[in-house]
């Protein structure tokens, strides 16, 4: 598919715990975002990514969440340390160089027990 | 700063109805755009119609159509001859040019009754 894609789609860990999120953008994109959804809520930034520019990271909620991208491919989202309060979805997305329009993942699902 | 807000935290419509959803939104930038994102229960959230601020005609696609009043700050998304289809969360958000961060309301809960 020419979409978004995110693994996994939901990941079950225990609280203390490391977990890693992927996003593969669509191709060619060179921006890319990581937002986070908690219940019932909006979406909140974490973290932008553009071409080889120094990233975004003003959203990140504490020092155990951050993100790594490499070119234009994938990016990780590691959260260290897991909280019950990091259970949310966490959404991906990309967007070409000159436009507005952002194409979002499907999300991965996390739940911190 | 830059703040969304979506008032209405849900709303019902009537198959074939019309229903407006609402929106207002700060900012100090004049160059920006405006979005309606639709999130189905699949989560997937899907563009419905977005708006650059420079251009005073309002936005349309098909049944969506928005009201953009610019000195107001208000956003609001009319949807047209509802559909089951159209029962989902939508949100609405902001970003400052291009490749920039979007900031969302919290969203609005619409249900189409048949």
């Known amino acids: 598919g020419a979409g978004v894609s995110q693994s996994p789609s939901n990941k079950v860990t225990e609280k203390g715990k490391d977990v890693e999120l992927r996003c593969d953008p669509i191709?060619?994109?060179?921006?890319l975002y990581w937002y986070r959804q908690r219940l019932g809520q909006g979406l909140e930034f974490l973290i932008y990514?553009?071409?080889?520019?120094?990233?975004?990271k003003s959203g990140l909620p504490s020092d155990r969440f951050s993100a790594e991208r490499t070119g234009e491919s994938v990016s990780t989202l590691t959260i260290q340390r897991t909280q019950q309060e990091d259970s949310a979805v966490y959404l991906c997305?990309?967007?070409?160089?000159?436009?507005?329009?952002?194409?979002f993942g499907p999300g991965t699902r996390l739940t911190v027990l | 700063a830059q703040t969304v807000t979506q008032s209405q935290p849900e709303m019902s419509v009537q198959e074939a109805e019309t229903v407006t959803l609402s929106c207002t939104y700060d900012?100090?930038?004049?160059?920006?755009?405006l979005f309606w994102y639709k999130q189905p229960p699949s989560r997937q959230m899907i563009l419905v119609i977005r708006?650059?601020?420079?251009?005073?005609q309002n936005a349309t696609e098909n049944r969506f159509s928005v009201n953009f009043q610019k000195a107001a700050k208000s956003f609001s998304l009319k949807i047209s001859d509802s559909q089951l289809g159209d029962t989902a969360m939508y949100f609405c958000?902001?970003?400052?040019?291009?490749?920039?961060?979007?900031?969302f309301g919290k969203g609005i809960t619409l249900s189409v009754r048949p």
């Open positions: 997305a990309s967007s070409r160089p000159a436009g507005g329009e952002q194409f």
């Open positions: 191709s060619g994109h060179t921006a």
């Open positions: 990514f553009q071409g080889n520019s120094a990233p975004d």
């Open positions: 900012t100090s930038e004049n160059n920006y755009y």
């Open positions: 708006q650059e601020a420079y251009k005073q």
């Open positions: 958000a902001l970003t400052h040019g291009a490749n920039s961060k979007l900031t």
